[in-house]
Structure formats: C-alpha cells, structure tokens
T-cell receptor
C-alpha cells in the first residue's frame, strides 16, 4: 500500500540555519506529494505541493522537489526563523486509489531558537 | 479560514460513555474526513465521507462510527469511549476529493478519556 516515511524529530536549529527534513514515499501509481505545517494549537495547513516528477513546490521560502528516481520529496529552507517552529508533515495522494484520501507521515517537530 | 468549525474544542469524559464530535463546514464541499493525531503516529484516517449518507472506513475505524445527514455536518461518535481513544481529532474537507487537491483542516478537538 501507499506510505510515507519522514525523518524523526525533534529537529532543533538556530535561527538562519539551513533546514532539511527528509521524506520518502511508497506508492503504486504516480502520487501527488504535499508538505503540511501545523503551528502550535492549530490544524494543519498546506505548505506546498508537487503533482508530477521533477516538479518543485515552493512557498514562504520552503522548497521541495518531487524525485521519482529516489521516491523522495525532501523539504528545505535556506534560512529558518523562529516563526518556522512547527510540526511538518509529508503526505501523498494516489490518483489511482479512487476516493482514498491523503496518507500522512508521522510528522517532524522543528524548533528554531534565536 | 476554510469555514470549518469543530465542536467541542475540548472534552473530558469517562471510560464507557458515548461521545459525539461535530464538524461543521460552510463551504458546501463534498468530501469530509476525520483524522486522529497521536505522538509517534502522526495523522491517521478514521472515516471519511464523499457525500450525504456516503461514508467509508479509514485506517483506524474500530470503535468509531460516523454520520452525514446533510452536506455541512459530519459527526464522529465513540459509542463507548476507551482510554486508547484519548487523542486530538481533526476534521478536514476538500471540494472534490481529487488526488492533487489540498485538504482544509479544522482546529481540532482535544479528547481525554479517563
């Protein structure tokens, strides 16, 4: 079945450090890939997405490239801020699975210290 | 804000009692989902609905039932709550359930079963 594996946290970085959160997936077809972010006390919100191989999703300085050859969708940001502290979820949606909705990874907690 | 309201926001109950959580949307979206969020497990799908009176089971449906008698409301019921159902519950919606479409999440319900 479809699954997502992301690096375990928590990740603690100093402000302006480079961020990478790894995400790999297993899917039967050609899924769409997503990164969602959850700020403290809130629900999840979409950060970025990519729908086909080699697509790059980007938003708020975050980027992720859909790599079919390595089945990966790693999240990166060049210079993190304290306000980026949150839990980040990688997710996939397989268009060949009918109504089956998103499958999420376990989440990676990021703490950025000033 | 995608017009999603979850109620209650917090609930403390005793083992063996029935509990109903409500998700209300103002967007008239067809697809609605219930997830639970637990440390070490990320988000796991409980049930989802693709229309009025049309529902299906997710990954962790045992001990839960749902109902959708009108488009705007999706109810999650724990018939006899257990301590293992202590969790944060999130409702999500999407317009068409397409694989490349993002989900909109509510703010969550924190449920404690003592």
């Amino acid at each position: 079945g479809n699954s997502v594996t992301q690096m375990e946290g928590p990740v603690t970085l100093s402000e302006e450090a480079f961020l990478t959160i790894n995400c790999t997936y297993t899917a039967t077809g050609y899924p769409s890939l997503f990164w969602y972010v959850q700020y403290p006390g809130e629900g999840l919100q979409l950060l970025l997405k990519a729908t086909k191989a080699d697509d790059k999703g980007s938003n708020k300085g975050f980027e992720a490239t859909y790599r079919k050859e390595t089945t990966s969708f790693h999240l990166e940001k060049g210079s993190v801020q304290v306000s980026d502290s949150a839990v980040y979820f990688c997710a996939l949606s397989d268009p060949n699975s009918g109504n089956t909705p998103l499958v999420f990874g376990k989440g990676t907690r990021l703490s950025v210290i000033a | 804000d995608a017009g999603i309201t979850q109620s209650p926001r917090h609930k403390v109950t005793e083992t063996g009692t029935p509990v109903t959580l409500r998700c209300h949307q103002t967007e008239n979206h067809r697809y609605m989902y219930w997830y639970r969020q637990d440390p070490g497990h990320g988000l796991r799908l409980i049930h989802y609905s693709y229309g009025v009176k049309d529902t299906d089971k997710g990954e962790v449906s045992d001990g839960y039932s749902v109902s959708r008698s009108k488009t705007e409301d999706f109810l999650l019921t724990l018939e006899s709550a257990t301590s293992s159902q202590t969790s944060v519950y999130f409702c999500a919606i999407s317009p068409s359930g397409q694989a490349n479409e993002k989900l909109f999440f509510g703010s969550g319900t924190q449920l404690s079963v003592l």
